[in-house]
């Protein structure tokens, strides 16, 4: 003989199982959409981006008029010197190898400007400042990632330039009116700086206190257990945080382009020169919805993920072998 009990707990059983059925189809729908954007968002890149190399387009020539120009050579678009341009219509003859040279030379010295103060900053928040001075930098830092680029870019304008024609002026040096290398290594150093901070001072704040207690308890001072204990412990964590800084310098746009200078041509190593990068180019000069040149932009944009992407598993790699970080 079946109770009312067993009849309540089987109905309550197969509610149950019904809510979970349909949360976990609203989460695999969440899921599909997501992946769906992703997939659109590279399948469009892709085919917009691969036409320059495939297709003839038309250009226009004062004295023949209309004309058709060639596909784009991808050897020559991945190794140009110089970035030619078919802007008045008259040449399909792109490059961009220089300015792939000058983004990897740009991202690497900001990181090298802001990993050292990004992780002293972290170190300072999370073991060393009192907790309300600690509470009030914590909020600084996330103010600072929560502003947008082209603040960054405005201020690197009107700030970071002059402070670099005051240098340039030291040295005798005629600059862009401050647009130069200098300036954007410095802006985007300011921008990559709370996002390596934040994830280090996380990883740092995770650090077992036995490990810490121990250290000082061998003589250590703090600063010594600070620097060679809570650092080598959350090395697998600040390595992260580097990595997304460098993922978001590599895709920065608006803010480099205001302060690059927008070098056509030349592998830039001075650092009061003018400087071009894969999305400073791919931001100036589209003003167009068709063609050749409006086009072209997406093929730099297929070459700055591919160079994402390579420089994420690079570093990925270093970490791995250097840091004696182990996958779990």
Do not use: C
């Not at 300072?124 to 600690?134: E, T």
């Not at 041509?265 to 063609?291: F, H, V, Y």
């Amino acid at each position: 003989m079946i109770s009312i009990r067993d009849v309540v707990t089987k109905e309550n059983i197969k509610r149950k199982n019904t809510i979970d059925g349909v949360t976990q189809a609203i989460f695999m729908a969440s899921a599909i959409l997501s992946a769906s954007f992703i997939v659109l968002i590279i399948v469009f890149i892709a085919f917009k981006g691969l036409s320059p190399f495939l297709l003839n387009y038309e250009g226009y020539n004062f004295q023949q008029g209309t004309v058709d120009l060639d596909p784009v050579n991808p050897i020559s678009f991945l190794t140009g010197s110089q970035w030619l341009g078919g802007t008045l219509g008259l040449s399909s003859d792109y490059g961009i190898g220089f300015a792939i040279i000058n983004t990897l030379i740009v991202v690497f010295l900001a990181i090298m400007l802001s990993v050292p103060v990004s992780v002293f900053t972290a170190l300072f928040i999370a073991k060393v400042a009192p907790k309300r001075l600690a509470n009030v930098m914590r909020t600084v830092v996330e103010l600072l990632a929560s502003i947008p680029s082209i603040i960054y870019g405005v201020f690197g304008l009107g700030i970071i330039t002059q402070f670099v024609v005051f240098v340039a002026g030291f040295f005798d040096y005629q600059t862009a009116a401050g647009l130069s290398l200098l300036s954007t290594v410095i802006v985007l150093s300011i921008m990559i700086l709370p996002t390596i901070t934040a994830v280090s001072e996380t990883s740092i704040r995770s650090v077992d206190k036995t490990i810490i207690d121990g250290s000082l308890a061998l003589g250590a001072s703090d600063i010594q257990t600070y620097m060679k204990v809570v650092l080598t412990a959350a090395k697998s964590g600040i390595f992260a945080g580097i990595i997304l800084g460098v993922g978001r310098a590599l895709g920065e746009a608006t803010a480099v382009a205001l302060v690059s200078g927008n070098l056509f041509a030349g592998i830039q190593l001075n650092p009061l020169g003018t400087t071009a990068t894969l999305t400073s180019r791919m931001l100036l000069g589209i003003k167009d919805t068709t063609g050749i040149d409006y086009d072209i932009r997406f093929s730099i944009g297929l070459v700055l993920m591919a160079v994402i992407v390579i420089t994420n598993l690079s570093l990925n790699f270093v970490m791995k072998r250097l840091g004696g970080i182990h996958e779990q």
